[in-house]
């Protein structure tokens, strides 16, 4: 598995000409920063005075959301890589480098969290946490490990796509993925019992839900809408 600084500099090395290249050493100080802020916060809460937090189970909301919204995370942020090949585009190109570089953030603080926790990383028993198994009428599709996850004929179909035929298929497959996305993050705002890890989930939907407008937006712009 790529550690979160390789994915980072993997994008940085070719952002939109829009951008300036971080410094590997300033990403890196991010992520330690990052992590930091993490384990204080689970500590401040496991230090309360009103009631003590517990470790989650391996199969509890907090330990299932975080092991699934890794995986799609990853994802999302593989998808953004792909395009960023396949358009020239400075509007997508700049899009998919705020995706990649907020979802790889993000996963490493939920493998971060399992790291703490001592649980493992990851399960094939995708989305059971999740109480009564409803996704809002948002189903996996055939050959997809989740909700909104692309199947690997649709991320084979957007390599070879190029222009503004790549600009549309990404913005679809992100599109339907950032509504998987946001399903499971509303149901660890409902389900999770650590605070730090609702904060985030909360985070993830509002974020998603602008980022989901935006994409409506420039779809639009091409003729197209989200499938």
């Known amino acids: 598995m790529e550690t979160l600084t390789e994915e980072t500099d993997t994008m940085d090395s070719d952002a939109a000409r829009t951008r300036s290249k971080p410094r590997p050493l300033l990403i890196a100080a991010v992520v330690v920063v990052v992590l930091a802020l993490v384990v204080w916060a689970l500590t401040a809460d496991s230090g309360s005075d ?14 299932g959301f975080a092991r699934d919204m890794a995986v799609h ?11 960023r090949d396949q358009t020239d585009n400075e509007d997508v190109r700049r899009l998919a480098y705020d995706v990649a570089q907020t979802q790889a953030n993000q ?12 649980l493992p990383k990851t399960s094939s028993d995708y989305m059971s946490w999740m109480k009564g198994g409803g996704h809002m009428g948002h189903e996996p ?10 199947t690997n004929i649709e991320l084979d179909k957007l390599r070879k796509l190029e222009g503004k035929q790549a600009e549309v298929f990404y913005l679809q497959l992100m599109y ?19 605070e730090t890890e609702k904060k985030l989930a909360e985070g993830m939907v509002q974020g998603q839900q602008s980022e989901m407008e935006l994409m409506t937006g420039m779809l639009r712009e091409r003729g197209s809408a989200p499938r």
């Open 73 to 83: 995370h990853q994802q999302a942020v593989e998808m953004s890589y792909i395009v």
């Open 141 to 150: 599709k055939d050959g997809s490990l989740m909700p909104g996850m692309a």
């Open 176 to 194: 339907d993925h950032h509504m998987g996305g946001v399903d499971m993050a509303r149901a660890c705002v409902k389900q999770c019992g650590v």
């Open 50 to 63: 009103d009631s003590t937090v517990s470790t989650p189970a391996a199969d509890s909301a907090d330990a």
């Open 107 to 118: 996963r490493g603080m939920l493998l971060g969290w399992l790291d703490l926790w001592g």
